[in-house]
């Protein structure tokens, strides 16, 4: 079956965007590759005085039958490795001299073919002309998409509480973040049509959805297909795109079984196949794009290491086009060493080895996952004001409390749930453990003129903490929920 092609945004270009002519210096560097030109025409310095000849480094060896944690022990059965040189062209390593140089703002090309091919496999493309190119993260790819896409007082929609430092950046551009309203299980379609369907005439329409479908920042909560299918719809007739900010796409952990007897069965049973992996992860935002309006963004920040700097943006090829200009002009390219050494372990490990990787890191979140929920079970204190909803994806879990349970609610604290918050982080601090205020994820911008109010009665005096299972080894996690559930206890005035 031929596909289609994607169709043309470029209405929702911003100024910046639509002004931007290319570099002429960047439409020659091509040439510097090409062995009948003589290239003087470029400030690149020659690769004989870059001081590393190669570069060595040792990684585990998939199918990393001890855990993706084990340290390679230097023999051949579990350790893999990495030997690139300056000037060899050695399978599908990128000689070091190339890495090294200026020029391949898209990413090499070594590197993109690995994640094209990771793309077909893990999406079910819908158009013909997509194509991905390297970002140095998430949120450099963010920061691009804001420039590329929306003026000082442009539209954007979020999620209710969403991802503070992106929130940040869209604010500094001046561009104004409508909150779409969510439940435990992410951005509740109907409340996302009736918001825009009633769109206050006059107001500017927004250009962009701006959501993190998969173990979102900061509620944990995760998007189901079939909401995904009815959020791609209601972009369609309001003619937006969706942006899908997706760092915890592969840590999507399954139900929490509570039973124990159970999960052990569970846990015992054999390691899935890469298909049956596959099969588990939920459909994505580019898996629905029939038209090219999707724009998602990976990185290896969650699944290899924060500190590589390296993502990647799908979308369509015309979508990404001004991505490369803005992009010449701003990071020029993720770094040389980054993708030698990403694009060598990634080509080595191929797709089976990386999907090895991601199953048994999904292996290890399950487990950090139902430690910090069997626990929250045992230190929170025992009441309907403390609720906890395991999530599903991700490496965050909230604790919603009900404020005005709290025995000083009225009096001290004026009935004002913002106060009860402070006083909770303040004590938890001084407990020695650190979660964060849900008031600090709050997506509060609005139109003008100004969005009719709605008002959610029930959730009036609900605040929440959000913390994460990621960051410390499973005896301090334990530790670190006991404190917070002890401070939890005294403030709230409950028996320790
Ligand atoms: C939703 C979201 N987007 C982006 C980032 C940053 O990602 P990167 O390290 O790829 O820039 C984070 C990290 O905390 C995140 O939670």
Redesign the pocket.
Known sequence: MTLPESLDFSHLYSNETKARKPSPLKTCIHLFQDPNIIFLGGGLPLSDYFPWDNLTAQSPLPPFQKGIGAVPSGSKEDTLNIHVKKNEKNGNDIPLARALQYGFTPGQPEMLSFLREHTQKIHDMKYADWDVIA????????ESTLRIFCNRGDVILAEEY??S??LAAAEAQGVITVPVPVDSFGIVPEKLEELLDSWTEGAPKPKLLYT?PTG??PTGTSLSSERKEAIYRIAQKHNFLIVE????YFLQVGDYVPDLKKREEINSAPRPTHQEFLDSLVKTFLSCDTDGRVVR?D????VLA?GT???WITASKKLLRPYVSLHEMTIQAPAGFTQVLVSGTLNRWGQEGYLDWLIGLRHEYVAKRDHTIDSLSKYLPQSDAFKVLPPVAGMFFTIDIDASAHPDFKTKFDSDPAKVEAAIYERVIKSGVLVVPGSWFKTVGDTVPPQPKTSDNAKKNEIFFRGTYAAVAPEKLEAGLKRLGDALKEEFGFAA
Do not use: C, H, V
Not at 135 to 142: E, I, Q, V
Not at 299 to 302: G, L
């Open positions: 970002s140095t993260g998430n949120t450099n790819a963010w969403s991802f430092s992106s993190i979102q920042n900010d997706e760092p915890y963004l990185s290896f920040s969650k924060p700097r390296m993502g």
